[in-house]
């Protein structure tokens, strides 16, 4: 698979408009004061389904023919983006189904459910993730779309990107969680085909650090065993956004779980807003390494706010 050109990300935007919100921008001049920057927070935990995963899940819903979307969608999920793939199929009246490992966040596992989804369950490894998916798709025909490394998820997913640069005209820096790299990759894109001169930053836990890793080596790293309260971020980051971070020059930094807690209670506090502790790594990285945003205006993406009331990492 390759990546999604920036033609392709306004082809995304155009085609999902009619479902996905524009999501708010908000700010707060003690966490300014705190980095030394001027950050504005594009808030995609607002968006519908709770994450920005809604984006990319549209777009590649809405890209199918009419043949390929009557056989419905497939994919493995451990929470966000089987949500989004289900809301995203019930626009268009499309069976989904989502592979969702043992051990899944309950919140999340129930969302999905009740996005309408068939949920088929499997051990916690990406190799029966994708197998079982493989066979559903086998036995269905069902278009696999999968969580990141689908061009036309990595595009939709790109067009919060247009929306935060009108939204806040003169951003010099981004920053995103990377996880997967969908995220990561598509917002890669949307800023350098804007602004090549836009510096980009993603925000990784240490127990997850594969894309630091990768990017460091030059070479995409292996399997791992993430150990994070991120959960959002436990994915190995997938080959073509892989390519198209090392491609933008993207600088991804480590935080502690520790960090990104307290970073996920000073958004709480400060933006009176409910993000999950992976969208929190992006504050924390700003917390931890302030020299690089210093005197920068930046734009931050809170990905997600699906929490499990019940199970706060505090």
């Known amino acids: 698979m390759t990546g999604p ?12 408009a009619p479902y996905a919100l524009v999501t708010p921008v908000l700010r707060s001049d003690r966490i300014d004061a705190l980095v030394g920057a001027s950050i504005v927070f594009k808030c995609e935990n607002l968006q519908r389904g709770g994450a ?4 990319g899940a549209t777009n590649a819903v809405w890209s199918l023919g009419d ?47 009740a996005a309408g989804a068939i949920i088929h369950r499997c051990a916690p490894t990406t190799a029966a993730r994708e197998a079982a998916a493989a066979e559903i798709q086998a036995r269905t025909g069902a278009e696999l779309v999968h969580p990141y490394a689908d061009p036309r998820v990595m595009a939709g997913q790109g067009t919060l990107l247009p ?42 836990p240490e127990g997850a650090d594969d894309a630091a890793r990768s990017l460091e080596s030059g070479r995409r790293v292996g399997p791992f065993t993430p150990e994070t309260v991120c959960d959002g971020l436990r994915t190995l980051i997938g ?3 892989f390519h198209v971070l090392r491609e933008h020059g993207v600088s991804v930094l480590r935080v502690s779980d520790g960090e990104a807690i307290d970073a996920m209670k000073l958004l709480w506090t400060e933006l009176r807003i409910v993000v999950e502790v992976s969208s929190a790594t992006v ?23 699906n929490v499990d009331l019940d199970a706060l990492p505090w």
């Open 5 to 16: 050109t920036f033609a392709d990300v306004r082809d995304a935007a155009a085609r999902i």
């Open 163 to 204: 929306e935060l640069l009108r939204q806040a005209p003169g951003l010099d820096t981004i920053l995103f969680p990377v996880g997967g790299g969908g995220l990561a990759s598509g917002c890669s894109i949307a800023a350098h085909g804007i602004d090549p001169g836009i510096a980009l930053f993603g925000a990784e």
């Open 67 to 113: 043949e390929e979307a009557a056989r419905g969608v497939v994919t493995h999920s451990s929470g966000n983006h089987g949500n989004a793939l289900a809301m995203a199929a019930r626009t268009r009246g499309m069976a989904a189904h989502v592979v969702v490992p043992e051990g899944a966040v309950k919140a999340k596992v129930d969302a999905i459910a």
């Open 52 to 55: 920005f995963k809604f984006r």
């Open 239 to 241: 080959e073509p956004n």
């Open 283 to 305: 504050l924390a990285a700003m917390l931890r390494y302030p020299d690089r945003f210093a005197g920068r205006r930046v734009g931050v993406v809170l990905s997600g706010g």
